[in-house]
Nanobody, 126 residues
């Protein structure tokens, strides 16, 4: 059974930085494309970033481009999201997700992902 466990969330001030991680077990991490999504209270789930199985390509939502960086370490079965210049509107629960099909369903499409973590709360104070 594939498990995804996020870590690294918490409280940070506006303009601060935070790094999220997502540890994957029970599957072939190096064969999965990976993504980050977020959901704020009362809002729909939102795509944040995605990365191909070997890290060769990355994709970002316009709202985070230039501030967030997605990366992966296939030797450690871990996905990362480096978040800089954080804003209050970045406050949300952040989820990592794994796609067995190489983002063929669309990097921004949550339905394209097969496995999900439980989420980690990120709160940016103003």
């Amino acid at each position: 059974q594939v498990q995804l466990v996020e870590a690294g969330g918490g409280l940070v001030q506006t303009g601060g930085s935070m790094r999220l991680s997502c540890a994957v077990s029970g599957g072939t991490f190096s064969g999965y494309a990976m993504g980050w999504f977020r959901q704020a209270p009362g809002k729909e789930q939102q795509f944040v970033a995605a990365i191909t199985y070997n890290g060769g390509s990355t994709y970002y939502a316009d709202s985070v481009k230039g501030r967030f960086t997605i990366s992966r370490d296939n030797a450690k079965n871990t996905l990362y999201l480096e978040m800089n210049s954080l804003k209050p509107e970045d406050t949300a629960v952040y989820y990592c997700a794994a796609d067995r099909h190489g983002l063929r369903g669309g990097a921004m499409n949550p339905a394209a992902y097969d496995y999900w973590g439980q989420g980690t709360q990120v709160t940016v104070s103003s």
